[in-house]
């Protein structure tokens, strides 16, 4: 079963094979292990063209993430 485990932030603690794959195979499988390169779910949807090509209707997606950071963000102000 593909799994995925994000931050507040949206970074990627971790994940498994199945989820590594579909979500960013293109990236190396341990990089959530590593904070230094510990990608982030809003920066590959934004900046990474191999996001873009996984999703049918990428605006739409990028709308509910960016309705999810202000969410967020709502939360915990500064």
Do not use: C
């Amino acid at each position: 079963m593909p799994a995925a485990l994000l931050g507040r932030l949206n970074d990627i603690l971790a994940w498994n094979r199945a989820g590594h794959l579909p979500l960013a195979g293109h990236l190396d499988l341990e990089a959530p292990t590593r904070v230094a390169d510990r990608p982030n779910q809003l920066k590959l949807l934004f900046l990474d063209k191999h996001m873009r090509d996984l999703y049918v209707n990428w605006e739409d997606e990028a709308a509910v993430a960016v309705s999810s950071m202000r969410y967020v963000a709502a939360q915990f102000p500064p």
